[in-house]
């Protein structure tokens, strides 16, 4: 039998085509189906009995006419569709996701008689995209929402991610640390140390906080420090490392921590104030008295009485000591009521001009408040201690300012003095008992007006900046009632 190269060409092609996975179909360009093999039975469910001579539009779903208007638009002009994403529908109404590659089929004379065909089913490569999508899209969601801030860095220490709740700890935008090193939200000595540790990391195995976590200090936009619980976990993405940083701030524990040992402190404080008030107040009380009646017996001019008279003077600083670290350790439980704190702050500054050693301060007082919610003799212990403060920060001569304001709700009393200043060294500690900025002083005073106004639900502001003067501010609730 002769061979006929083209009918053998011919007899494979048919033969490909008919065992191929994909659908390969020709239809004219009215869309009649023309031919139609066994890939295409498999996908769309029709036989070839069933489905050639008649129109291909059975294969379009609702809403997916456009589609095959454009493509038919496109072969008519002679031009191949390649991998056209769409929708078809089966014999059975099931729509299937398929890859459309279609080819013009031209007559010996080169005209567009009809198209050629190849549809591949993508519906689960699309499903599987979809649920990537949607795990994604899940995973974004957590990131985003999360509570603690997590950051995402490659090999290099180069961040690649930056949540919103990392955003907010940090103070950076997320296009602002994008792309730049991570060690830029470290403080010394950390922000040096990090890129040689991540070096040594990768080339060792040796790990310090990566599986491990530990507590950090981490540093703010604004250039201050807070301290955080880092988590690092590792990942390989693409055959590349990465590191997810989990940051927890620890700021409100290590508030809560500090209360807490405040508050142990003083316990035992107040436990050593009341054995000092048992055996040393009343025993200072009776040999100051029996002082007196000796000094009463000696010649008011004498050397003798002066001694005398001074030891009564240190006896009384002693007592003055006692009376501070009672009313420290122990203050007295407020009473709180609608109070005109304008009043309270003019009669304490009349109690400061009284003072002969304050003769030359004069208190200005700016400024109307309405009523607050204090207890009032207490607030006149916390003003008398801030006038006092200022009158020695301006050596006994000049003008005290006091402005009256209301604003976010609170009453606020500001005191200010034009005097040297809050040395640096000591400004985080001004609250501490026993720190003090005066060559004399018990340190209480502050501690013990911090004490006072946490007890009526106020606060207390300290403002020293670098050129001098110091404002300190309290405010204090508003009362529910007003006239």
């Not at 290099?156 to 090193?181: M, P």
Request: charge should be negative.
């Amino acid at each position: 039998m002769p061979f006929h190269p083209k009918g053998e060409a011919e007899r494979m092609l048919a033969a490909i085509v008919e065992s191929s996975d994909d659908a390969i179909f020709a239809k004219d360009m009215a869309g009649t189906v023309l031919t139609w093999n066994r890939g295409a039975e498999r996908l769309y469910g029709y036989t070839s009995t069933e489905i050639v001579g008649r129109s291909v539009n059975r294969l379009i779903p609702t809403g997916y006419t456009d589609d095959v208007e454009a493509i038919l638009g496109r072969i008519a002009r002679g031009e191949r569709v390649d991998h056209y994403e769409t929708v078809r529908a089966t014999k059975d109404g099931r729509l299937v996701d398929v890859s459309l590659s279609v080819s013009p089929i031209r007559d010996a004379s080169g005209t567009v008689v009809g198209a050629s065909v190849i549809a591949r089913d993508i519906t689960v490569r699309k499903q599987a995209e979809l649920a990537l999508k949607e795990s994604e899209a899940r995973l974004r969601s957590l990131v985003s929402s999360a509570v603690d801030g997590i950051i995402v860095i490659d090999a290099n220490g180069v961040v690649e991610a930056f949540n919103a709740a990392a955003e907010r700890l940090f103070g950076y935008a997320a296009h602002e640390i994008i792309g730049g090193n991570v060690n830029r939200l470290m403080p010394a000595p950390y922000h040096s140390e990090h890129d040689g540790y991540l070096a040594r990391y990768l080339t060792t195995g040796e790990a310090k906080i990566i599986g491990l976590g530990r507590e950090v200090s981490a540093l703010r936009k604004d250039g201050t420090t807070f301290p955080i619980h880092l988590a690092v976990g590792e990942m390989v993405v693409g055959g590349e490392r990465k590191f997810t940083g989990i940051v927890h701030d620890l700021t409100a524990r290590v508030r809560v921590e500090a209360q807490l040992r405040e508050q142990a402190t003083l316990v035992r404080l107040g436990e050593m104030a009341a054995v000092i008030a048992h055996e040393v107040k009343n025993p200072l009380a009776a040999i100051r008295g029996a002082i007196q009646v000796i000094a009463k017996r000696l010649n008011a001019d004498s050397r003798e009485a002066s001694v005398m008279m001074d030891v009564i003077a240190r006896i009384d600083g002693v007592n003055d000591l006692m009376k501070d670290l009672l009313l420290f350790a122990r203050p007295p439980q407020p009473r709180v009521a609608a109070v005109d704190v304008v009043a309270i702050v003019e009669a304490t500054a009349g109690l400061l001009r009284e003072d002969a050693a304050h003769r030359d301060i004069r208190v200005d007082i700016s400024g109307a408040l309405p009523l607050a919610l204090a207890d009032p003799d207490l607030l006149k212990i916390v003003f008398l201690n801030l006038l006092l403060n200022s009158a020695d920060a301006i050596g006994g001569h000049g003008v005290i300012r006091v402005s009256l304001s209301f604003h976010d709700g609170a009453c606020a009393i500001a005191v200010v003095d034009s005097g040297p200043g809050i040395p640096l060294e000591i400004r985080d500690r001004l609250f501490t008992p026993f720190v003090t900025t005066k060559s004399r002083g018990t340190g209480l005073g502050l501690s013990t007006v911090k004490r006072l106004l946490e007890a009526q639900q106020g606060g207390i502001q300290v403002i020293s900046p670098p050129e001098g003067g110091t404002t300190i501010v309290v405010t204090l609730p508003l009362a529910t009632e007003q006239p």
